[in-house]
């Protein structure tokens, strides 16, 4: 920063101050909110982006990936330098220097039935950056149950929907998309995606965002907004609730407990893992342990990347979860889990 420019907040909001539609009056209520985003990569870098020159004063950043080459062509947050980075940390410090009035927190996680409400519950609004749809019906059902509008955006190809649900006032996402699987949807690596589609629902979701925060508008509430751009072809549909949603009716069971501990990532050969029981390592020390037996690619503040053996890549997390990458079985994966931790982390 040049020293002789101070950053002063009047000065910097200056041409949003000046809309009729925000004011002082709305830019106040943007720094006194709160909002997590769920995923930051194609969808939630660019919703994180411009909440945050938008001077939302809190952003909760929750995502469980490093940052690859593969990436870059749309998650604009990242940079080359940023590979192998947990995505939240350099996410946090891109966005601590294009606004330092805005809190950052960022958090290395997976969501999952026992943290999804943790995480969301002291928000004033959820905004959707997730590439799957397992984890969107648990964040739509937390969100559900503690009536947090949830900024739904979904982005692939050249098409793109986005929403706002809050029940009981509107639709939820299961009246809208229920039962479906992610094995029948197609994924960005195989269907591919532009960097603008995801930047334009991404940039959507902040405008929704940022008009239920200030009060401003009409929102996206009761409306799925359909955005086809290899014909330039939007349509705005009114969306009911449907009598026998589960979550609208408040009578979800947790169904799945299905192996959480453990899951595929979306598109590659990298399985997440997470400890069997909450842990908070000593990365320091884990360090020192590790660049004696492995090559060391990355030492971060929330994580350590280094090569194990036989071209599998592993990202170790402060808070004890393993990505590894470059295997080919779940069996493998928890075997070189379970060695690293027994060998490296236990007795620490
Ligand atoms: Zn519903």
Request: charged share 25%.
């Given at each position: 920063m040049n020293v002789d420019i101070p950053f002063d907040p009047q000065i910097f909001y200056s041409r949003q101050i000046v809309l009729r539609e925000?004011?002082?009056?709305?830019?106040?209520?943007?720094?006194?909110?709160?909002?997590?985003?769920?995923?930051?990569?194609?969808?939630?870098?660019?919703?994180?982006?411009?909440?945050?020159?938008?001077?939302?004063?809190?952003?909760?950043?929750?995502?469980?990936?490093?940052?690859?080459?593969?990436?870059?062509?749309?998650?604009?947050?990242?940079?080359?330098?940023?590979?192998?980075?947990?995505?939240?940390?350099?996410?946090?410090?891109?966005?601590?220097?294009?606004?330092?009035?805005?809190?950052?927190?960022?958090?290395?996680?997976?969501?999952?039935?026992?943290?999804?409400?943790?995480?969301?519950?002291?928000v004033d609004v959820v905004v959707d950056g997730l590439d799957n749809i397992r984890t969107r019906y648990l964040l739509n059902r937390a969100c559900a149950k503690h009536r947090i509008p949830y900024?739904?955006?979904?982005?692939?190809?050249?098409?793109?929907?986005?929403?706002?649900?809050?029940?009981?006032?509107?639709?939820?996402?299961?009246?809208?998309?229920?039962?479906?699987k992610d094995e029948e949807l197609p994924t960005c690596d195989?269907?591919?995606?532009?960097?603008?589609?995801?930047?334009?629902?991404?940039?959507?979701?902040?405008?929704?965002?940022?008009?239920?925060?200030?009060?401003?508008g009409e929102t996206l509430k009761g409306k799925l907004l359909v955005c086809d751009f290899e014909n330039m072809y939007f349509v705005k549909l009114d969306i009911p609730k449907r009598s026998d949603c589960p979550v609208c009716q408040g009578v979800t069971t947790?169904?799945?407990?299905?192996?959480?501990?453990?899951?595929?990532?979306?598109?590659?050969?990298?399985?997440?893992?997470?400890?069997?029981?909450?842990?908070?390592?000593?990365?320091?020390?884990?360090?020192?342990?590790?660049?004696?037996?492995?090559k060391i690619l990355l030492k971060s503040s929330?994580?350590?990347?280094?090569e194990f053996y036989g071209g599998v890549e592993v990202s170790l997390f402060k808070n004890g979860r393993m990505l590894i990458k470059n295997v080919e079985d779940e069996e493998n994966a928890l075997k070189i889990y379970k060695s690293i931790m027994n060998e490296l982390i236990v007795e620490v």
């Open positions: 925000l004011g002082p009056q709305g830019q106040k209520k943007l720094k006194q909110s709160r909002v997590a985003i769920i995923g930051v990569g194609g969808l939630g870098s660019v919703s994180a982006l411009y909440l945050a020159l938008a001077g939302v004063g809190f952003l909760r950043l929750i995502d469980q990936d490093t940052v690859e080459l593969h990436n870059l062509h749309r998650q604009v947050l990242y940079s080359l330098e940023n590979l192998r980075y947990p995505k939240v940390e350099a996410a946090a410090k891109r966005i601590r220097d294009l606004n330092p009035n805005v809190e950052v927190e960022p958090i290395p996680e997976n969501i999952r039935t026992d943290n999804v409400e943790e995480l969301i519950k002291d900024v739904f955006g979904a982005a692939i190809g050249l098409e793109g929907n986005l929403s706002v649900f809050a029940p009981p006032e509107t639709p939820c996402l299961e009246c809208v998309f229920p039962n479906f195989v269907r591919g995606v532009l960097g603008s589609t995801t930047g334009i629902i991404g940039t959507l979701q902040a405008m929704e965002t940022i008009k239920l925060l200030a009060n401003i947790e169904k799945s407990h299905i192996s959480e501990r453990l899951a595929w990532l979306c598109g590659h050969k990298t399985v997440n893992i997470n400890p069997s029981r909450p842990m908070l390592l000593d990365l320091e020390r884990i360090y020192e342990k590790l660049e004696k037996r492995f929330l994580a350590i990347v280094f």
